[in-house]
């Protein structure tokens, strides 16, 4: 506290005298608070770039990328990440990956150049998606892409540019199966438990016009049971040894996309995410497990493609807010409004995101909501959380927020929030301005009929 | 027909060139020409190795040995010595062809006889043969030969005399300083003659064969006079043909050609020099009873004296004997230098890491916590992350650890000698110092070459004694069980089968080290503690295109080149080499499963094969893009001859020349490029000398284009094998 400066407002409250003996409920939360992430403070960044504000640790996303590396690479002889470009698509965080020496997969034609422009080798693509278009599949088979077949009329329209270009693309098929998750996901790719897949992969090693290479599935998101993943192995080490055997084709690498869960907690899940989730190496040594024990010959081992994303992004991702305003419900609980809503913080829907206060605080810890500043009923951040009772303008610090924020954040009734990339020795850098009017308005074309006239 | 003349041809001018060790065509034809100006003996000479040739052809005599001239020098000299010494009559020619035919004789059965004990033959043929024959001649039979001119003989019974006797048909204008004129005259003595010109014409073929071999003749010339003057052992001066013939043909022989060139042979060329005198005085004295000049005798005993003395010393020595003879004492001595850091593939078996992805070594060979005395070359591994930790939080457990767990592998194939597996891991900080060694498994992969690793997890052992792995094979996981306070893999290689045994000092094949944040790769090599390993991962590709069975065929087509047939064969030592089967060049490989290198090319330089030999010098089946290959070649590969030729006089002392070899690999998935240059740094004077370009695709090669002496040339390459 600087010389001079007055005390912080506390506001007064009053609250309920426990005495005695510890009871089951323990005692009352203490709430962690988060003043500063990865060295700069909190309260520092937002005063630089506005609130609300995402911070990225470019150090957490490389930490997360090798130790996910070295759970597979200690593991298995050959393995290749690519990073899931839907996640999070903002160049930086794809360069990291890249210069990490991660590939890139990508489900349209604007990810894909979008990695071509990030400078990634065309073949170091992985073009997955059910609906791919015809300019997008030329573009793909020109640049040597490894084009992820989802569907017949996919497979016909790329024999249709095969036979238009002459050349020959290096292609895999994406295979659904029960792994007994369910609902199955079975609207992407061919099933593999009614031969759907089998009777594809016959139909292009026959065509001739394409070079099977792979073997690609993706089993579901946010998976909490090893054992799916066992099953999906397997199957696709079937697949594999069959179409090296049947079809005299070998399958130089199996795809087993991603689906890993951060540590998150869902909504409605009994316990934390960080208390149940799966290790990364729990997944990994199911995998590598499975396919190791397959019976491949060491020379015929298949490259193992993983397909991360969450996993390797959502701790690094931070949402900074402000609070706008307090607010007692008709029940008489307490409720905060902050400055995001859900259109800037989408995962809110999926988490019970952990929020803590960027502030010291004395406060006694109360039960209350967190609404978002949309004037739309679904704009809930948390239903019910314990949070030591804040004033307005007062910071709060939302986190594992990493993973598809900034993918799938909406521009609605507010603009979106700049980006901030903490690098090496706390320095800074804004790697996405925050939106501004001019900016949306651009692509905007107003008729002439229907200019306001000047007044003078 | 075309090579049946050739094989003739080059038969002819190996057996002159063979003379001084030579197997230079034109050293040979040099020889040829020179021996005709005394035309009774350069004819009866070339006849007797027209016969040996016959001789050892038709009886089908090993025929790399008859090409090489091995079989016909003797008969050569022989024929020489009776040209020089006898009358043309009708007697000469019978002696002559029955003289040949019994030097041949000698020299393929003495040879083979040699050749077990792995004794070169020298003139031991043909001392015994001209012996017979000159016992004969003055025997009471009669025999019919009539001698030239005694004087020829006296000059060979006398060792301390210098008659200064010239063929009559040579009249020397010039007039030479005295001991120039002697030196080129002990030069021509070898072919029987004693004359300045033959004796220039020899010394410039020997320079044009080896400048090494020229200054070790010169040295040995020197030396021996100085020594005589110094000594006065002969006090009219030393003979010119024991000056020629046994003197300065030993300095060669153990300077140079049996020995590879260093100050140490140059010495010993020196110090031999009076033991030769002692030889050719004693000798002759001996052999003064039987009529006989003792010939070349004293130097074909010297030499094979000197070889098997100093093959009997324990390996090591700083004197090298010649292991592989490349007749060109500048070549054994450029491969060598080379080779004795690339052929470790040849003396190592081969021993990859026992575990997948990136591994740091935590105490190294001799390392201050247990790696100590007996056991000290040994390895302790584990899994470190970016911060230097080796467990995430809390770490209180060994599952916390990164290496818990982790698949340990067979670090190469053999047979399961011992396991344990039923020792408890410890809780972190705890040893276990009664089962020291913890749950380990000793593998043999050879007589005497045993491979243990320990601490594995209790009950993770995947094989039993008994069972046959592969390299590569998951044989445990890596556990905390003896003496080990967190998880760790102890890695060691022994020469005997217990768990336990005292450790053996030996490399690992191949390792990628990582060094501020680049990947090296290591070779041969006992990584340091704190380094980090990973393994190669292999391009199938790359390792696809440079798979040269035996019987692979291909055809490499260029502009301006005749289309060149290559094909893959396997020698009997077992070495693999491509053999063009157009130009007659062969280009010797190892392939080791990782990478692919030659070692030698021999045959014509602008033959395709040796841009490929160029190119393609040291291919590392891996694509890492981060990875420059680099090697140095013998420098007998440099096109810069002028340079060279200096640099040989000083070469045997010190190397002032480097080639070196550069690679990398740019891999565009089914299109893999190789990037190659050829650099030559002359006294820290850095120029490129070729950069070349290998296509492949599709897994196989299919262009070359190669920039060498400022040509560009774009090869084809098709291969006609499938597999």
Sequence with gaps: MKPGEKLRYERPYLKKLNAGMMNKSGTPGVAKITKEIEGVPVRDLVEQYGSPLFVLSEKQIRRNYQSAVRAFQTRYPSVQFAWSYKTNYLNAVCNIFHQEGSWAEVVSGFEYRKALGNGVSGAHILFNGPAKQKKDLLLAVENNSLLHIDNLDELYLLLEVCEATGKKPRVAIRVNMDTGVYPVWDRFGFNYENNDAWSVLTKIVRSGKMQLVGLHCHIGTFMLSVEAYRIATSKMCDLAARCGKLLNNTIQYIDLGGGFPSTNTLKGAYLPGVDTVPTIDDFAEVITGTILGYGFSQEELPMLVMECGRVLIDDAGYLLGTIAANKRLSDGRPSIIVDFGVNTLFTAFWYDHLITPAQETNAPVENMAIYGPLCMNIDVIRESVNLPVMTPGDKVVVHKVGAYNMTQWMQFITTRPAIVLIGDNRQVHLVRLAETLEYLEMPEIMPSHLKLKQTD | MKAKAKFVAESILHSYAILFFSQHSVFGALLLLVTFLSPIAGASGLIAVLLSMAISVLLNCHRESARMGIYSFNPLLFGLGLGAFYQLNAAFIVWLLVGSLLVTIISVALGAFFCRYNFPLLSFPFVIGFWLLLLSANSIYHMGLKQVNSAVLNELFAPGKDSGFNVPLLCCRFTLPHYTSLFFRALSAVIFQNSAITGFVIAAGVFIHSRIQFSLMVLSFSAACLINGVTGIYPEGISYYHLGANVMMVSGALGCFFFIPSGRTYLWSVIVIPLTFLLINGMTKVFWGFDLPILSLPFSLLTILFISFFRQRAPGGKLQLTLLQHYSPERNLYQQLTNSNRLSDLEFLKISLPFMGSWTVSQGYDGDITHRSAWGKALDFVIVDDDGKTYQLPGAEPQDFYCYNKPVLACADGTIAEVSDHIDDNPIGVINEVENWGNSIVIKHAEGLYSQVSHLKKNSAKVKRGDFVRQGDIIGHCGNSGRSPEPHLHFQLQATPYIGSTTISYPFAWYLGKNHGKNKLFSFDIPEEGTVLSPISINRSLKHAFNFHPGYTASLLAQNHNTEQLEVFIDPWNHTYILSKTTG???????????????????????????F????????????????????????????????????????????????????????????????????????????????????TNKVINHISIKLNGRLTEIKWASESAY
Aim: include cysteine; hydrophobic fraction near 40%; aromatic fraction near 14%.
């Design chain 2, 613 to 696: 030999y160029l190119s393609a010098y040291r291919i590392v089946f891996t694509a890492d893009p981060d990875l420059t290959i680099t090697d140095t070649y013998p420098l007998q590969a440099s096109f810069n001859k002028p340079v060279l030729w200096l640099h040989d006089l000083i070469a045997p002392f010190k190397q002032l020349m480097k080639l070196t070899y550069q690679g990398k690999c740019i891999a565009n998935s089914e299109h893999i490029e190789i990037l190659a240059t050829q650099n030559l740094d002359v006294m820290g004077r850095n120029t490129q000398t070729m950069a070349a370009s290998i296509q492949i």
């Design chain 2, 585 to 611: 060049a062969a280009a010797y490989f190892i392939n080791n499963g990782s990478s692919f290198y030659f070692t030698s090319y021999y045959g014509n330089r602008n033959s395709l094969l040796f841009s």
